[in-house]
C-alpha cells in the first residue's frame, strides 16, 4: 500500500532534466501487536470430583499489524495458586485482524479454585516471537474474564 506519509522523494539533477523517484515504505512491516478481546473459555477435557486433569483454553487474539508471529508459551495465574506454564506451542498467527486460539492443557488443576464461578479473572503472560526478526515478546493480561464449564 502506497501511503505519503511512509515515503521519500529522491530528486536529482541530470543534465538538463531533473527526475524523480519516491520509495514507498512499510514502518509497521516488522511489528508485532496484539492483545485479547473478550472471554477467555475453558473447557474440560478430563474432570473428577476434585481436578480438572485437562482442559482446552480459547483465546480471542487480536493483531494490531500485519506481521506474522509465533506463540511459544502461555502462562496462566490463578489467585493463590502455583502458576501453570505450557511450553513449545508454536501456533503461528499471520494478518492483522481476529484470531482464535486454542491451547490445549494437559496439567490437573483444582477444580473449585479454577471454576468461573468462584474466580471469574484470571492473570497471565502469552510469549510470541515475531517470525520475520525472531525477537522474542510478550503480552501480559490482567484480571481478563474467564468463564469455564466446571
Given amino acids: 500500500m502506497e501511503d505519503d506519509k511512509n515515503s521519500i522523494t529522491v530528486k536529482y539533477r541530470y543534465g538538463n532534466?531533473?527526475?524523480?523517484?519516491?520509495?514507498?515504505?512499510?514502518?509497521?512491516a516488522n511489528t508485532v501487536k496484539i492483545f485479547l478481546r473478550g472471554d477467555i473459555n475453558?473447557?474440560?477435557n478430563d474432570k473428577d470430583a476434585d481436578n480438572v486433569n485437562s482442559f482446552n483454553c480459547d483465546f480471542t487474539l487480536v493483531s494490531k499489524y500485519d506481521a506474522a508471529f509465533v506463540i511459544t508459551k502461555v502462562i496462566l495465574n490463578w489467585p493463590n495458586m502455583s502458576p501453570i506454564t505450557i511450553n513449545n506451542i508454536n501456533k503461528e498467527f499471520e494478518g492483522k485482524g481476529v484470531h482464535s486460539f486454542i491451547l490445549d492443557v494437559n496439567e490437573a488443576i483444582d477444580l473449585k479454585k479454577t471454576s468461573?464461578?468462584?474466580k471469574p479473572d484470571i492473570d497471565g503472560t502469552i510469549f510470541f516471537k515475531v517470525?520475520?526478526?525472531?525477537?522474542?515478546?510478550?503480552?501480559?493480561?490482567?484480571?481478563?474474564?474467564v468463564l469455564t464449564d466446571w
Avoid at 17 to 28: L, M, N
Avoid at 131 to 145: I, M, P, V
Fill in 17 to 28: 532534466s531533473k527526475p524523480k523517484k519516491t520509495f514507498y515504505f512499510d514502518v509497521a
Fill in 42 to 44: 475453558m473447557k474440560a
Fill in 116 to 118: 468461573s464461578k468462584n
Fill in 131 to 145: 517470525k520475520a526478526t525472531g525477537e522474542t515478546k510478550r503480552y501480559k493480561f490482567y484480571t481478563q474474564s
